[in-house]
């Protein structure tokens, strides 16, 4: 009966220690993303474009979650990165401004969420998005 038990135990052990062997989406890795973001200023008929400064990006770990998991401001250049990230699935987004014009009365969102989806392949993958363009009004 006490051996039963200590290889009941050994094993729960095992078990549990492989648990937090396995890597998800999210912090804990050697990778990172970054990017660029850059800001179309619109005044009148004039559209001025420039780094966005100390802009808000959000980044959620994986597919499934809708609730964004970390944030980082871009750069007096407009660059941000998010590293220390594991392989997998990442959705990245900053809000843009919606044109006035486009505004309907049942939908009188003044911003919008662009969401960029990413997958990191390597343990140390550096990834480099696409530039993102944001609107402001």
């Known amino acids: 009966m006490v051996h039963k038990i200590k290889l009941f135990l050994f094993l729960s052990l095992v078990i549990f220690s492989f648990s937090f062997c396995s890597k998800v989406e999210g912090?804990?890795?050697?990778?990172?993303?970054?990017?660029?973001?850059?800001?179309r200023d619109?005044?009148?008929?004039?559209?001025?474009?420039?780094p966005a400064v100390?802009?808000?990006l959000y980044i959620i770990y994986?597919?499934?979650?809708?609730?964004?998991?970390?944030?980082?401001?871009?750069?007096?250049?407009?660059?941000?990165?998010?590293?220390?990230?594991?392989?997998g699935d990442y959705?990245?987004?900053?809000?843009?401004?919606v044109n006035p014009a486009d505004q309907t009365p049942q939908d009188p969102?003044?911003?919008?969420a662009l969401l960029t989806s990413v997958t990191i392949n390597e343990k140390d993958?550096?990834?480099?998005?696409?530039?993102?363009?944001?609107?402001?009004?």
């Open 27 to 39: 912090p804990g890795g050697g990778a990172t993303i970054r990017g660029l973001v850059i800001e």
């Open 42 to 50: 619109h005044v009148g008929v004039n559209v001025f474009e420039y």
């Open 54 to 56: 100390d802009q808000d």
């Open 62 to 87: 994986g597919n499934e979650n809708s609730f964004y998991d970390d944030d980082v401001k871009t750069s007096y250049d407009g660059s941000f990165e998010f590293r220390y990230l594991q392989k």
């Open 91 to 97: 959705q990245v987004f900053v809000y843009s401004d």
């Open 109 to 112: 969102s003044s911003t919008e």
């Open 125 to 137: 993958d550096v990834l480099n998005m696409a530039t993102i363009y944001i609107e402001k009004y």
